[in-house]
């Protein structure tokens, strides 16, 4: 008995093992991973390469010369005619004093040689007058006897003399005027030519703007070469954007948008389409059409921004700001309806929905059809069936917001 007793019990081990690899299992369900449908705003939008434009200007000294002051600094505002730098010009301001002062004295000159030629000229007229009256009395005297032609010969050389002396008068008087008046024009054409040194090293706004660049400092030489003030004139700064043409056509003036610039990262800036250009361009040698469209900021901050940063646009083409969110890899298409797999989270099964899809972006959609808080497959096997048993880990709950 002993002897059987050993090989039984092996035996009866190997029956029972047998036993428990061959009797039938519950089917635990194929490994799916879950997420959970979201209930939050949601925008769509349409993004190309940025690049920012702006009217420029380049000002530069008309004349060679050291900085005396630089009276504006990067990021300042200027108005049309704004004085912006000027050179030392100690020397120029007395010349031009002087000058000015010469150019009074000699219009004094002037004015008293005209004032001493009119007192002349009068004074000369009524002696001449006097002696002209004289001259007819004595003729009307030697004719009744009353004078003699001695007399009346005098009074004709008197009339004579003082006709030459007036004639003279006016002939020296006129001759000195116009000595003053030349001095006078050649002053003027000094001042002037002074007036226009001093203005070729003054340094003005043309127009209204912001100051980009100083490129001048106090105590250095400027020449019409050295780099100048750039202004940028006020309201020009836009922001050029290439948009896929396919997805351009969605843009319409008065969207909104954000730009990123690569000089500034982090930093997004608010801005509009402006309007879209007429023409599309090609990008490239065989490459794919786009379309420029043109948006200007909104927000103060964009003061910084230079003309030739790049970045990226983003026009919102679509927002929403209530709805429920799936995303991209939940969705299924199967001739042209939408669906979603739906886990029962008391069965462990899944139930194919459909869905209507109301938008949808690169990462989410925008759905009808199922409520927010469902459990949903992500990346469905394509072997699932309706009321399939799945296995999966509980997703994390929360909010979203899609863009």
């Known amino acids: 008995m002993r002897r059987w007793g050993l090989p039984l019990i092996i035996l009866l081990s190997l029956a029972l093992t047998l036993f428990g690899l061959l009797r039938p299992r519950p089917d635990p369900g194929t490994l799916v991973a879950v997420t959970e449908t979201k209930l939050g705003s949601f925008t769509r939008e349409v993004s190309g390469n940025a690049l920012v434009e702006a009217e420029t200007y380049t000002l530069n000294f008309n004349r060679a010369g050291r900085v005396a002051r630089v009276w504006v600094r990067e990021g300042q505002s200027v108005e049309a005619g704004q004085l912006l730098a000027e050179l030392e010009l100690s020397r120029e301001r007395e010349d031009l004093a002087a000058a000015q002062a010469q150019l009074s004295a000699l219009q004094a000159r002037l004015q008293a040689s005209r004032f001493d030629a009119e007192v002349t000229r009068r004074n000369l007229q009524r002696q001449l007058a006097q002696a002209q009256e004289q001259l007819g009395l004595t003729r009307r005297l030697l004719a009744i006897g009353a004078a003699s032609q001695a007399e009346l010969d005098n009074l004709g050389r008197q009339v004579v003399q003082l006709e030459g002396q007036l004639e003279s008068a006016a002939a020296q008087a006129k001759a000195s005027q116009r000595d003053i008046q030349a001095q006078l024009e050649a002053q003027q054409a000094q001042i002037q030519s002074l007036q226009r040194t001093i203005t070729d090293a003054q340094l003005r706004a043309p127009l209204a703007g912001i100051v980009t660049e100083v490129g001048i400092k106090v105590g250095e030489s400027a020449s019409t070469a050295a780099g100048g003030i750039r202004i940028v004139r006020a309201g020009s700064v836009r922001v050029r954007a290439r948009l896929p043409e396919a997805q351009a056509l969605e843009v319409k003036p008065g969207m909104p948008a954000h730009i990123e610039l690569d000089a500034l990262p982090g930093q997004r800036l608010s801005a509009k389409v402006e309007r879209l250009s007429a023409v599309a361009e090609v990008q490239g040698q065989g490459g794919s059409a786009v379309l420029p469209v043109f948006l200007r900021f909104t927000e103060a901050a964009a003061r910084s921004v230079k003309p030739g940063f790049t970045g990226t646009a983003r026009v919102i083409v679509l927002s929403l700001p209530q709805a429920t969110l799936v995303p991209l890899e939940t969705l299924v298409e199967e001739n042209g309806r939408s669906f979603v797999w739906v886990v029962d989270k008391e069965t ?56």
């Not at 949808?360 to 990346?379: D, F, K």
Request: no cysteine; net charge positive; hydrophobic share 30%.
């Open 348 to 403: 462990h099964t899944v139930k194919k929905q459909p869905v209507t899809v109301r938008s949808r972006n690169l990462t989410q959609a925008a759905v009808e059809g199922v409520s927010p808080g469902v459990w949903i497959v992500s990346l469905p096997p394509q072997t699932l069936k309706d009321g399939a048993k799945v296995r999966y880990n509980p997703p994390a709950s929360g909010t979203s917001q899609g863009s």
